[in-house]
């Protein structure tokens, strides 16, 4: 089992930059996925982008592409998002979480992992 951390959230002006940081603790396998998530208030939780702790297949939901970059650093076991050009509706509480099972591209949907962190707050105003 592994056991997810996120940290990083805050407030931040319309076209500020954040960065979110999930440590994780326990074993990771590079076959599996590690994904990013948000929730808006009153919305479902969505994708927003995931990566390989091995060879780095990378995707990104269509509304991010070009503004966050997701990164790993294996030997410290964190996975970053970093947001730049953040606009009001990136507003939610931002989880990261590890998939359930191996496989080429990082699932998109929520039930396909199956670990979570705690989510961090991220509120970005106009």
């Known amino acids: 089992q592994v056991q997810l951390v996120e940290s990083g959230g805050g407030l931040v002006q319309a076209g500020g930059s954040l960065r979110l940081s999930c440590a994780a603790s326990?074993?990771?396998?590079?076959?599996?996925?590690m994904g990013w998530f948000r929730q808006a208030p009153g919305k479902e939780r969505e994708f927003v982008a995931g990566?390989?702790?091995?060879?780095?297949?990378?995707r990104y939901t269509d509304s991010v592409k070009g503004r966050f970059t997701i990164s790993r650093d294996n030997a410290k076991n964190t996975v970053y998002l970093q947001m730049n050009s953040l606009k009001p509706e990136d507003t939610g509480v931002y989880y990261c979480?590890?998939?359930?099972?191996?496989?080429?591209?990082?699932?998109?949907?929520?039930?396909?992992?199956?670990?979570w962190g705690q989510g961090t707050q991220v509120t970005v105003s106009s």
């Open positions: 326990g074993r990771t396998f590079s076959s599996y996925a």
């Open positions: 990566i390989r702790w091995g060879v780095s297949y990378i």
């Open positions: 979480a590890a998939a359930a099972s191996p496989g080429v591209i990082p699932p998109l949907q929520p039930h396909e992992y199956a670990n």
